[in-house]
DNA sequence: GTAGGGTTAG
């Protein structure tokens, strides 16, 4: 069988889902039948069918059977209806111990892991004892609640029950450290483990790279790969599967190594593990982080099969690319094959709808999820309503919706509000928005950053020097402004005035071209941006050397003639580069994306595709 | 063999 049929099928939508295709009457009496039927319409989740056969059983009184109970709960598990899972349990007139493990992993599969940790103690209170199917189910849900303490509890408890190292029991407890951000205990249990699967493989993998551990995560795929790894079994092409494929593509997104992903992607479509949905979500946001989503689309569109996942990964694609009504028409594609949307959809809409000032959509959008979807809003959401309200210049409008909030306002809610002050040079708002951070105890340097930006936006240079000092006043440093690009293998790095480059002669005398050609083409240095008080020249010579200046005059005398350039930043780009890249981009006749920490920015022709509005 | 470990955002 080719790889990729014996890939996990989707879920299917349970309105597309056949039925039993026959009259009720002749359903068999005998319960062992019943569960052949059953496993067969669990396996296609077939939620009509079930439910049919659900009715005869409770007529017949087969439903008292236990083996049978036990696959009807499982059966609403797949369905992803928990609470029809535990009705059945609690109609159960005993409850053996796997009768609890299909309730316990019914709430783990369905993201209850509150639930599944109480009913995890339920059990133990009735006089069972886990096993290693329940251990696995009782390690997830404490990943997620990160709670390691609890983990590491239930890991102590699995050592002295014997299931320490039990294959299953120990890769879900290496994936519960990772999860819990305890990565040198996963990698101890990992290490300790006397057997390893692909699972336990892919669990480390994830894990490292989850931490930022890009290295690590390359050298245990390596070894994977290759076999190295003693003790794997259980698994054929080496070891890897399409899941290890999507945790090493993430490394390579996170950190945009553009060629070590392009490779993988070559290796995937060999081995056919392209066709997974897991490998080609995780190939969208490759592609579309290392600011090339034409090759997004182009993975979206070839997959077989596409779950919520790669839904998500388009719409955040084209939310961060500035593709709105792609974004808009792509959710109403998703709704339309009967994938249903979930937070994570609605923050793309929501954040799609602040990049494009799209204020009334992104209202529309807000209160769908709660009324159309049941989707209650997090904190997560109302920061990006805020940031969406703040970057279209409504101010008040924005600190109107946080006073109403149900939730308690966090951080990142108070953080988007001073965004749009910086903007707009709101100096009383920012003040206030940054009491309230500081409230809460935040000890990044971004929130001193942004008031000193909103005061120097308003020209209260005062003001923003500080804002500054209160900064270097608590001990904190500001960010360092870095702009790189991927040349030959090499991730190539600037800072402002950069001179550490072996190239800066020649980078500088192109500088000073592009400038010059620039000038002639209408460019006038806009220094208003510049948050310091100093005289007009030399605010003009610390913008003319910006980060990402020096990346683009380092592509443009290294690259080859025609290839866009591709600049990666970590601050956001100020509105004088801005400017200047655009004519830049007209001079020089280049494509020129700029990813910086919000979006992209797609400068052609004199144009950049955020509409100049960022 | 009815029950178990893995994705997608910023």
């Not at 199917?133 to 102590?156: E, M, N, Q, T, Y």
């Not at 959710?331 to 959809?345: A, D, L, Q, S, V």
Request: proline share 4%.
């Amino acid at each position: 069988m080719p790889f990729f049929q014996a890939l996990k099928a989707p879920v299917l939508a349970a309105a597309a889902a056949p039925t039993l295709g026959r009259p009720f009457h002749q359903l068999p009496a005998d319960p062992r039948a019943l569960c052949d039927l059953l496993a067969g319409l669990t396996s296609a989740r077939s939620l009509p069918g079930g439910q049919q056969l659900h009715a005869h059983a409770l007529k017949s009184g087969a439903v008292a059977v236990p083996i049978l109970a036990h696959h009807l709960i499982t059966f609403y598990s797949k369905c992803q209806l928990p609470r029809l899972s535990h009705r059945l349990f609690d109609e159960c007139p005993r409850r053996a111990t796997a009768t609890w493990s299909c309730l316990i992993s019914s709430f783990a599969q369905n993201e209850l892991p509150h639930l599944a940790l109480s009913a995890f103690l339920g059990l133990l209170r009735d006089g069972h004892r886990p096993n290693d199917h329940i251990f696995p189910s009782a390690a997830k849900s404490c990943a997620a609640v990160s709670d390691a303490r609890l983990g590491a509890a239930v890991h102590s408890f699995a050592v002295r029950t014997g299931f320490g190292s039990d294959v299953f029991v120990a890769s879900s407890l290496v994936d519960m450290y990772a999860k819990c951000g305890e990565i040198v205990d996963a990698r101890r249990m990992f290490d300790e483990m006397p057997e390893r699967n692909i699972v336990s493989w892919s669990g480390m993998i994830y894990g490292c790279a989850q931490m930022g551990l890009d290295e690590e995560a390359l050298s245990l795929f390596k070894m994977v790969l290759l076999g190295d790894g003693v003790g794997i079994v259980g698994g054929d092409m080496g070891g890897v599967n399409d899941f290890t494929y999507s945790c090493i593509i993430r490394v390579c997104s996170s950190s945009t190594l553009l060629e070590l992903g392009r490779q993988i992607h070559g290796h995937c479509v060999k081995t056919s593990f392209v066709s997974s949905s897991f490998v080609g979500s995780s190939l969208i946001s490759l592609y579309s982080k290392c600011g090339i989503v034409e090759e997004a689309y182009r993975v979206f569109y070839e997959m077989p099969v596409r779950n919520l996942g790669a839904w998500n990964a388009m719409l955040i694609a084209c939310a961060q690319h500035g593709h709105t009504r792609d974004a808009f028409g792509c959710f109403e594609r998703m709704k339309n094959e009967g994938t249903k949307p979930n937070f994570i959809t609605f923050l793309c809409m929501l954040s799609a709808c602040s990049h494009a000032g799209l204020v009334e959509d992104g209202k529309r959008y807000f209160k769908m999820m709660e009324e159309e979807h049941g989707i209650l809003p997090t904190t997560e959401h109302y920061a990006t309503m805020v940031d969406l309200l703040g970057r279209a210049g409504r101010l008040p409008e924005a600190v109107e919706f946080i006073k109403q909030m149900p939730l308690e306002p966090t951080e990142s809610v108070w953080g988007a509000l001073l965004t749009g002050c910086r903007i707009h040079g709101d100096t009383e708002t920012a003040a206030f928005a940054a009491a309230r951070l500081f409230e809460l105890g935040s000890k990044s340097c971004g929130a001193h950053m942004l008031l000193s930006s909103a005061y120097a936006a308003a020209g209260d240079f005062e003001g923003a020097a500080r804002a500054r000092k209160a900064m270097k006043d608590r001990g904190l440093k500001k960010e360092t402004g870095l702009s790189w690009v991927e040349w030959d293998n090499q991730v190539h790095t600037f800072v402002s005035g950069d001179h550490h480059h072996a190239l800066r002669d020649k980078m500088y005398a192109k500088l000073e071209e592009l400038s010059e050609e620039a000038e002639r083409a209408g460019y006038v240095a806009d220094t208003s941006f510049v948050p310091r008080d100093l005289d007009g020249e030399e605010k003009k010579r610390s913008i003319a050397s910006h980060s990402e200046r020096l990346a683009i005059a380092f592509a443009l005398i290294s690259l080859p003639p025609g290839r866009p350039i591709r600049i990666m930043k970590n601050l956001r780009i100020c509105g004088d580069c801005h400017t200047w890249i655009k004519f830049v981009s007209r001079c020089t006749g280049r494509t020129v994306i700029v990813r910086d920490n919000n979006r992209f920015h797609r400068f052609d022709g004199g144009t950049c595709s955020c509409g100049d509005y960022w």
